[in-house]
């Protein structure tokens, strides 16, 4: 049977020349980058060059990246971080509706604890209204959290502009821009942001690897305690495979980034295309203007995207589901709810999303499957549109 992956944004394979890299740094190059002798100097020499490797593809500095484990702890850090620097100066934070779990749980933390949060809505393409940013800025903001592309709909906001607001009130702005590496250019001069996430295991890297980028000069509290590294910002013994394997998935994603723009974007509209041209009833959701160029949201309508995951499944083929229903929770996605997408049609829905190693075969294979699965289940479902509902 055909293996099609089609999860990109969920995780990346670690490409070969990655792999490459980190060998050495488990066995003959395992020093500890703190230690003063030739062993600890060449793995430390190893974390500054993935440093200037990772700085490179964002536009900074080198001292303007600081490693950890993921894009997660890099949100957590960002956020709490600010909050505790600046506890003194206000409680207001400003983030949107539709943020990654390691933003919003960080910021219901925060709520128990007596900040109070501003959720910004997003409009029918899948972006924040600027003003509704505006007016909702009080003299006791001290944040603005506003996530570069989202990782279920995969739309761009305007980075750009939100910062220029934010520096205009003197407030920080911070980005989760785990989705935006390596697929959108980044430029964090350009752009002006004062903190931004980053990830490795979506840029083709190793997992439990991340950085959060701290604008040169701006001053936060720390949020893991304990040694000195990382400019004794960030303790804990660096991993240093993973940050050798993050600085080369970096370099690779700066180097190769215009084909693989190329690429991803041309097999994500013909997915896209023959979906909605071949399959009734469906709907793209999100604007395809300024997207990830991988990403394919689409509600298939009377059915259930949990139905079609398993069954696809079933013919070697990953995708995940736009609602987050686990054993735990059935909760429909935060991301659709927050675009206008009706409950039942948001059960109906999935994304799919491309990478370096899809091919135009496997997008066939995806779609020939997908029409016989959806007609299928369109025959089964009580709720089909001829049964009158
Ligand atoms: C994957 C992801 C994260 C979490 O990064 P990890 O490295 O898996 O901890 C955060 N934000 C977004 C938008 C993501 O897609």
Same mark, same amino acid.
């Given at each position: 049977?055909?293996?099609?992956?089609?999860?990109?944004?969920?995780?990346?394979?670690?490409?070969?020349?990655?792999? $490459?890299?980190?060998?050495?740094?488990?066995?003959?190059?395992?020093?500890?980058?703190?230690?003063?002798?030739?062993?600890?100097?060449?793995?430390?020499?190893?974390?500054?060059?993935?440093?200037?490797?990772v700085?490179?593809l964002i536009?900074?500095?080198?001292?303007?990246v600081?490693?950890t484990?993921g894009g997660?702890?890099a949100?957590?850090?960002?956020?709490?971080?600010?909050?505790?620097?600046? $506890?003194? $100066?206000?409680?207001?934070?400003?983030?949107? $509706?539709?943020?990654?779990?390691?933003?919003?749980?960080?910021?219901?933390?925060?709520?128990?604890?007596?900040?109070?949060?501003?959720?910004?809505?997003?409009?029918?393409?899948?972006?924040?209204?600027?003003?509704?940013?505006?007016?909702?800025?009080?003299?006791?903001?001290?944040?603005?959290?506003?996530?570069?592309?989202?990782?279920?709909?995969?739309?761009?906001?305007?980075?750009?502009?939100?910062?220029?607001?934010?520096?205009?009130?003197?407030?920080?702005?911070?980005?989760d821009a785990v989705?935006a590496l390596g697929?959108?250019?980044i430029? /964090?001069?350009?752009?002006? /942001?004062?903190?931004m996430s980053m990830s490795s295991?979506k840029i083709?890297?190793?997992?439990?690897?991340g950085a959060l980028f701290?604008?040169?000069?701006?001053?936060?509290?720390?949020?893991?305690?304990?040694?000195?590294?990382?400019?004794?910002?960030?303790?804990?013994?660096?991993?240093?495979?993973?940050?050798?394997?993050f600085?080369?998935?970096a370099?690779?994603?700066? /180097?190769?980034?215009?084909?693989?723009?190329?690429?991803?974007?041309?097999?994500?509209?013909?997915? &896209?295309?023959? &979906?909605?041209?071949?399959?009734?009833? @469906?709907?793209?959701?999100?604007?395809?203007?300024?997207?990830?160029?991988?990403?394919?949201?689409?509600?298939?309508?009377?059915?259930?995207?949990?139905?079609?995951?398993?069954?696809?499944?079933?013919?070697?083929?990953?995708?995940?589901?736009?609602?987050?229903?686990?054993?735990?929770?059935?909760?429909?996605?935060? /991301?659709?709810?927050?675009?206008?997408?009706?409950?039942?049609?948001?059960?109906?829905?999935?994304?799919?999303?491309?990478?370096?190693? @899809?091919?135009?075969?496997?997008?066939?294979?995806? &779609?020939?499957?997908?029409?016989?699965?959806?007609?299928?289940?369109?025959?089964?479902?009580?709720?089909?549109?001829?049964?009158?509902?």
């Open positions: 049977m055909r293996n099609v992956y089609l999860d990109y944004s969920a995780t990346t394979p670690v490409k070969e020349e990655v792999l $490459k890299e980190m060998i050495p740094y488990f066995t003959e190059k395992f020093g500890n980058p703190s230690s003063l002798y030739d062993k600890g100097l060449e793995a430390k020499d190893a974390v500054n060059h993935a440093r200037e490797q700085a490179a536009n900074a500095e080198p001292r303007e600081f490693f484990a997660t702890e949100d957590n850090w960002a956020v709490f971080g600010v909050c505790d620097k600046l $506890k003194e $100066k206000g409680n207001h934070i400003i983030t949107t $509706k539709i943020e990654h779990h390691a933003m919003l749980h960080s910021c219901d933390f925060l709520e128990k604890q007596g900040f109070d949060v501003t959720y910004l809505d997003i409009d029918k393409d899948g972006r924040v209204d600027l003003d509704q940013l505006k007016n909702s800025i009080t003299d006791k903001t001290i944040l603005i959290s506003v996530m570069m592309i989202n990782n279920e709909i995969g739309t761009l906001q305007p980075i750009k502009e939100i910062a220029e607001i934010a520096k205009a009130h003197k407030i920080i702005f911070h980005t989705q697929n959108v250019p430029d /964090v001069k350009e752009l002006g /942001v004062d903190l295991h083709y890297g190793p997992k439990g690897e701290i604008r040169k000069g701006l001053r936060i509290s720390n949020y893991l305690h304990g040694g000195a590294q990382e400019s004794g910002r960030r303790a804990g013994t660096e991993n240093l495979t993973g940050i050798v394997g600085g080369k998935a370099e690779l994603a700066r /180097v190769h980034f215009d084909e693989h723009v190329k690429h991803c974007s041309e097999l994500r509209n013909y997915l &896209v295309d023959r &979906v909605l041209k071949e399959i009734p009833d @469906t709907i793209l959701n999100g604007t395809m203007d300024g997207r990830h160029p991988g990403n394919a949201n689409i509600t298939f309508k009377y059915i259930e995207g949990e139905s079609i995951l398993l069954l696809l499944n079933q013919f070697g083929i990953s995708v995940s589901t736009g609602s987050a229903c686990s054993s735990k929770s059935l909760e429909p996605s935060h /991301v659709l709810t927050a675009l206008g997408v009706p409950v039942e049609m948001i059960h109906g829905t999935v994304r799919f999303t491309v990478g370096d190693f @899809t091919t135009k075969e496997d997008i066939d294979y995806v &779609v020939d499957s997908l029409k016989n699965i959806v007609t299928k289940l369109r025959e089964l479902s009580p709720i089909n549109e001829k049964k009158g509902w």
